[in-house]
């Protein structure tokens, strides 16, 4: 059974920037591709970013260039940086395990 638990989440002024983390727990982490949604309010669950076992990774257009997904297989851990903060990236954002483990959400709101 795989756990996946969020953090980092927060309120942050446009512009700034916010790393989220998501520890899985079970066995097989570095052999899994590993990724990042998030749902606005009012809005469909959208694929923000991917990373494979082997490190490739692709990302949603509206956040090419200011997210980057990486991931520590040591740790069993991974990340979310996110840079340059806009008021629509407001959304609540998941961790997933390929293809059906998903972590609880964290929320983050970027505001003035």
């Known amino acids: 059974q795989v756990q996946l638990v969020e953090s980092g989440g927060g309120l942050v002024q446009p512009g700034g920037s916010l790393r989220l983390s998501c520890a899985a727990s079970?066995?097989?982490?570095?052999?899994?591709?590993m990724l990042w949604h998030r749902q606005a309010p009012g809005k469909e669950r959208e694929l923000v970013a991917r990373?494979?076992?082997?490190?490739?990774?692709t990302y949603a257009a509206s956040v090419k260039g200011r997210f980057t997904i990486s991931r520590d297989n040591a740790k069993n851990t991974v990340y979310l940086q996110m840079n340059s903060l806009k008021p629509e990236d407001t959304a609540v954002y998941y961790c997933?395990?390929?293809?059906?483990?998903w972590g609880q959400g964290t929320q983050v709101t970027v505001s003035s």
């Open positions: 997933r395990q390929f293809p059906a483990y």
């Open positions: 079970g066995s097989g982490f570095s052999i899994k591709t």
């Open positions: 990373i494979t076992s082997d490190g490739s990774t």
